[in-house]
């Protein structure tokens, strides 16, 4: 019954800037980090970012300097700033929730939302 709901891609020129949302439901977000993957067409699932509980942040290689991976423990949301985006950023964005509390073992996955860097 867990959900995990993405929203706000789109199309965007090269270097401009999207801000994702991931709204979760029926699930007690406080015990879980999450995160942020995507996948481009005929490529691999790669980790964008990842965020504690507490607040603590990950990211994938080349990540850091133009993506920003936050969450609001009161709204159930994360969300993914994404800045100077480039046409390599073009991908289906999905949100990942993992269990923090021991005897926990399963993850869930968004449907994800797909971004076009393209002028």
């Known amino acids: 019954q867990v959900q995990l709901v993405e929203s706000g891609g789109g199309l965007v020129q090269p270097g401009g800037s999207l801000r994702l949302s991931c709204a979760a439901s029926r699930i007690s977000f406080s015990d879980y980090t999450m995160g942020w993957y995507r996948q481009a067409a005929e490529k691999q699932r790669e980790f964008v970012a990842r965020i504690t509980v507490s607040g603590t942040a990950t990211y994938g290689d080349s990540m850091r300097d133009h993506f920003a991976i936050s969450r609001d423990n009161a709204k159930n949301t994360v969300y993914l700033q994404m800045n100077t985006l480039k046409p390599e950023d073009t991908a289906v964005y999905y949100c990942?929730?993992?269990?923090?509390?021991?005897?926990?073992?399963?993850?869930?996955w968004g449907q994800g939302t797909q971004v076009t860097v393209s002028s």
């Open positions: 990942h929730a993992t269990p923090t509390v021991v005897g926990w073992t399963r993850q869930y």
